[in-house]
């Protein structure tokens, strides 16, 4: 994409000169488009829709990606059994996690060494719009697991009990599914699990999450062994060393990974929806191409007289070729800040897609930012001077001889 | 009233090929017109009339003769050069007015003057100057469908003149004009030529149009039948 633009450059900063030094003024254009209302509109509510679509199809890109990126400390890492590449799929027994426990690189806090060890099964809810249920990561953690995660915040509430049937919420999940208000419950595990806490995984991954206390789950669904474990060394450096450390001890065998490695890996579970969003995006923004093409043709072909008479007054080729070309992209514009307009109501609301690794469902909200908006704009213009290159090249080839056709 | 030639054709041809057929439309014309002179175009339908005009004004390339028009031989400008020419040395008068919709009637007198350096408050004097040689500085802000056909196409003659060219051409001025709003144009065209000297080649079929044009042309099937003074 950025090579699109790259190539399109030159003639962009020929469009911006001519728009200063050409004499045909940009008015023209723009009352001309709306000389033609009903297909300048019609046009222009056509791209808005493929440029509406793709912002939040780059805005889902993003919210996923955020999700992900935000979920790690590059300080902290998590040790799995080798090749599990998501904690579901990974075992700990508790002699290996006493063995990590013992070691001098870990970090600790007044609540002593920062290490958690920590089990991961999924459970399915029911969503709240009715639509089915979904399946949602439940995390069992120790205290320490709570504190590591520094981006997660306490909203309404307290934090796990150790031992007790206890679970805590993201705000983000508790208007997508049923019964996660502070206080209810839910049942899972044979056992019934009451809401205590409600906290904000600051559009990380932990807001896709249910936490509750290692120790219960683990009883509850009667396993013996761990997911994972999640530490904190000293410092960013340390992590090598430990890891070397995990390697090098026969009675381990078991991985490290940092934290963001872990987490970035992750984002490739948004991958199936980012080429079917491209796709769509490149399908439609074909159509829309093609229908500012045809609308800008049908514009030159009924103002031949018009443009042969503009010749024959002494506007030379390229001046009528720039001018056409604005108002393509005037038309595209049009569409573009439509588009926008149109995307910002996707702003704030919260959605959730599909980990296609975990298969658990990952709440994000979109956010329409400002970078996206001027890409959604960027993208019209394009649009404007893909579609209207043709047509405007059309216009300058008007033959002057037009202008004295009598009608 | 005449003096030197600022038109000089010599054995100007123009042919149309349909699919490697020669449709020869123009035959070796051989025609001057003095500076300051009124030349009325007249012939059949379809005897070139047209075709001859559009070569005289520069929107048109023959495919033989040479072409003199204002000082410049035609034949050796390139499509810009041929561009600056006409700006500066051209007025056009359609018959259909082919005034730009979108634009004012002070916006349309003032497009020729867009391709000159003309500051815009120069460019406001010389185009209320030509509105109101036309009497239309009323309607300066109108748009060309809130004017009548006769006012119409007194804005496009403010246009042809508003740049302040040494030749105006005209097909068929008054074609698209019921009698009493041609004779105003025609008595408008008459005052330009014999109040401001510009030599005008106009093309018509209206004889009534015609006698106001102090010399007559007849064009017969590409080649010049013969020219008549007008007695006035
Ligand atoms: N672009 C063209 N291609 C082919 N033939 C043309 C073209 N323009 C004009 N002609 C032909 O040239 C002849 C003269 O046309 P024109 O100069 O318009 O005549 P007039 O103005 O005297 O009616 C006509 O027979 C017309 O059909
Ligand atoms: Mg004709």
């Known amino acids: 994409m950025a090579l699109l633009y790259l190539i399109l450059a030159p ?228 992590v090598g060393g430990f890891a070397q450390m995990v390697d090098q001890d026969k009675r381990l065998k078991l991985e490290v990974r940092s934290e963001p490695d872990y987490y970035a890996d992750q984002t490739k579970a948004g991958q199936p929806i980012r080429i079917l969003g491209n796709l769509i995006t490149v399908i439609l923004t074909v159509g829309a191409i093609f229908a500012a093409m045809n609308t800008m043709y049908a514009t030159v072909a009924s103002r031949t007289q018009e443009i042969g008479t503009l010749r024959a007054l002494g506007f030379r080729q390229h001046e009528i070729m720039a001018s056409f070309q604005w108002e393509a992209t005037m038309l595209c514009s049009l569409g573009g800040v439509l588009g926008v307009l149109l995307s910002l109501g996707f702003n704030g609301i919260q959605t959730g897609a599909t980990n296609f690794q975990t298969f658990s469902d990952v709440s994000f909200a979109f956010l329409i930012t400002p970078g996206l908006m001027f890409k959604g704009l960027a993208f019209s213009l394009f649009m404007g001077l893909a579609g209207g290159g043709l047509p405007a090249y059309r216009a300058s080839r008007i033959p002057l001889t037009e202008a004295m056709k009598g009608g | 009233m005449s003096g030197e030639p600022i038109i000089r054709l010599r054995g100007l041809a123009k042919s149309y090929y349909r699919e490697s057929l020669e449709i020869p439309v123009l035959q070796g014309i051989d025609l001057e017109i003095p500076a300051g002179g009124y030349y009325a175009l007249m012939g059949p339908s379809g005897s070139g009339k047209t075709t001859l005009l559009n070569l005289i004004a520069g929107i048109d390339r023959p495919t033989g003769g040479e072409l003199e028009v204002c000082g410049h031989t035609l034949n050796g400008l390139d499509d810009d050069e041929l561009a600056a020419w006409r700006s500066t040395y051209v007025g056009f008068i359609f018959q259909n007015y082919n005034l730009v919709p979108v634009l004012t009637a002070f916006e349309n007198v003032e497009l020729p003057l867009l391709l000159t350096p003309m500051s815009r408050r120069a460019r406001r004097e010389k185009v209320e100057e030509a509105l109101a040689h036309v009497g239309l500085t009323e309607w300066m802000e109108h748009y060309p469908r809130q004017l009548s056909g006769g006012q119409e196409q007194r804005v496009a003659v403010a246009r042809a003149i508003v740049g302040d060219p040494e030749l105006l051409v005209a097909d068929e001025p008054t074609g698209a004009l019921d009698h009493k709003n041609a004779e105003e144009i025609m008595a408008l065209m008459e005052g330009l030529n014999r109040d401001l000297g510009k030599t005008i080649v106009m093309v018509t079929h209206d004889p009534k149009a015609a006698h106001h044009a102090r010399h007559q042309i007849h064009l017969e099937k590409g080649v010049l039948d013969r020219t008549i003074e007008v007695n006035r």
Do not use: H
């Open chain 1, 11 to 238: 003639y962009l900063a020929w469009l911006v000169w001519a728009a200063f030094r050409y004499p045909v003024p940009l008015s023209y254009n723009w009352r001309s488009l709306w000389q033609r209302k009903v297909s300048t509109l019609s046009t222009a509510g056509a791209i808005s829709v493929v440029v509406a679509i793709f912002v939040v199809v780059l805005s889902l890109d993003q919210g996923l990606s955020r999700a992900f990126v935000s979920s790690g400390r590059s300080d902290q890492a998590i040790v799995l059994r080798p090749n599990s590449r998501v904690e579901l799929s990974s075992t700990l027994d508790r002699d290996q996690l006493r063995i990590l426990k013992t070691s001098p690189l870990l970090a600790s806090d007044a609540g002593g060494p920062l290490i958690s060890s920590e089990c991961v099964v999924v459970r399915s809810l029911e969503k709240a719009d009715g639509d089915g249920s979904a399946n949602v990561t439940v995390r069992g953690l120790e205290p320490a697991g709570i504190r590591m995660r520094s981006q997660v915040r306490l909203l309404e509430g307290r934090w796990l009990t150790p031992g007790l049937n206890e679970m805590v919420v993201p705000r983000r999940m508790q208007g997508r599914f049923m019964g996660l208000g502070l206080g209810q419950k839910q049942d899972f595990g044979g056992r019934s699990w009451q809401v205590v806490g409600v906290f904000d995984g600051g559009g990380s991954a932990f807001d896709s999450e249910i936490w509750v206390d290692v120790v219960a789950l683990m009883q509850a669904y009667r396993r013996t062994m761990f997911s994972s474990a999640l530490v904190r060394l000293g410092s960013e450096k340390q």
